[in-house]
C-alpha cells in the first residue's frame, strides 16, 4: 500500500521516516520543497500518479505566537490545505490521517481531562485555525482519523526539550512557569501509534479494529502519559542533561504573551487505547529514551 506523509521535514515527520523504515509499505515522504499542499491540483495528481491509499497529514503552521501577526498564513497553512488533502483523499477512496492540537481547548475551563467530545473553545490564531481544518475534514467528509496531540517534542527541530537543555546549560538561574498543565508528547511515540493506524486500516476484515470504512470519521487524543506543568517538565529535562540550573516557577503573567496559551490540557486518551489496545510510556520513561538519542 502507498502512504504519502506531508511534513516530512518536521519532527512527527522525521520520527515517521525512522519507524516506517521496517514496514512492508511504500512511503513517500514529502515537504514544501517536493509538494505544495496549498494547491488542490498538485495534490490530486500526487495522489492519483502515487495510488495513494493514505495520507498522513503532519505538515502545519505551528508558531503559535507569530500566527498571531500573520492568521492569513495559518489559516492556508492549518485549514485551507488540510481541506484540499482532504478533498483528494475523497476524490480517490483514501484515508486522511491528520494531527491536530490541544489547542482547540484552550479557553476551556476546568481540571478534567479533555475528551474528544468535549466542546472546543481556542483562543488564538494557531487554535482557531486548527479547529478550522478539522472542521474542513468533516465537511468534505472523507475517511479520516483526527489525532489530537499536545507538547510536542523530539530529537529534531525545534522543540522545548532542546531549548531547556541548551538553557540550563548555559545559565546559573532560570523561571519557568507552573501554572499552565499538560502532558509532552514524544514524537516518536505518536509515530508508533500512527503506524497502528495504519496496520489496522490495511484490515478491512476485522470488523473490531478496521477503520477504512464509509464510516470512518474519528478523533483521537494522544500524548504521554501523567500529569505535569512546564515547570516539572524543565526541571526533569535539566535533571536528565546532567546541567545544575537553579530552575524557579514563576506565573505565566510575568511572560506577557499575545496568545492566551491553554492553563489545562491534559488529553483524555482512553479512546485510542481501546481502540488499538495499546499502553502508552509515561512521560517521564520517553523523555529518558529521548535525551539518550540526543
Not at 479557553?107 to 482557531?128: I, K
Not at 530529537?155 to 540550563?168: I, Q
Not at 477503520?211 to 500529569?227: A, D, L, M, R, T
Request: proline fraction near 3%; charge should be negative.
Amino acid at each position: 500500500m502507498n502512504v504519502l506523509v506531508t511534513g516530512a521535514n518536521g519532527q512527527l515527520g522525521r520520527e515517521m521516516r525512522i519507524v516506517s523504515k521496517g514496514s512492508s509499505d511504500r512511503y513517500i515522504f514529502t515537504d514544501v520543497e517536493e509538494l505544495d499542499i496549498t494547491s488542490l491540483d498538485a495534490i490530486s495528481k500526487c495522489v492519483k500518479e502515487n495510488d495513494i491509499k493514505i495520507i498522513v497529514n503532519c505538515a502545519a503552521y505551528t508558531n503559535v505566537d507569530k500566527a498571531e501577526d500573520d492568521e492569513a498564513t495559518a489559516e492556508l497553512l492549518n485549514a485551507q490545505a488540510v481541506e484540499y488533502l482532504a478533498r483528494a483523499c475523497k476524490d480517490n477512496d483514501a484515508t486522511l490521517i491528520h494531527i491536530s492540537t490541544d489547542y482547540v481547548f484552550g479557553g476551556n475551563e476546568g481540571n478534567t481531562p479533555r475528551t474528544e467530545d468535549e466542546p472546543v473553545n481556542p483562543t488564538g490564531a494557531y487554535g482557531r485555525t486548527k479547529l478550522h481544518g478539522e472542521q474542513a475534514i468533516e465537511k468534505v467528509g472523507c475517511k479520516h482519523v483526527i489525532i489530537r496531540t499536545a507538547w510536542l517534542y523530539s530529537e529534531f527541530g525545534n522543540n522545548f526539550v532542546k531549548t531547556m537543555r541548551k538553557l540550563t546549560a548555559e545559565r546559573d538561574k532560570l523561571n519557568v512557569v507552573f501554572d499552565q498543565i499538560g502532558t509532552p508528547t514524544y514524537a516518536l511515540d505518536l509515530a508508533n501509534v500512527i503506524l497502528k493506524f495504519i496496520d489496522n486500516l490495511k484490515n478491512e476484515n476485522n470488523s473490531q479494529l478496521s477503520i477504512i470504512n464509509s464510516q470512518s470519521h474519528e478523533v483521537y487524543h494522544f500524548s504521554n502519559e501523567g500529569v505535569i506543568s512546564w515547570y516539572d517538565f524543565a526541571k526533569e529535562i535539566c535533571e536528565l542533561s546532567g546541567n545544575t540550573c537553579d530552575i524557579q516557577p514563576c506565573h505565566s503573567d510575568e511572560f506577557p504573551s499575545k496568545v492566551k496559551r491553554p492553563s489545562y490540557s491534559v488529553l483524555d486518551k482512553t479512546k485510542i487505547k481501546n481502540k488499538l489496545n495499546i499502553t502508552i510510556p509515561h512521560w517521564k520513561e520517553s523523555l529518558k529514551k529521548c535525551i539518550e538519542n540526543l
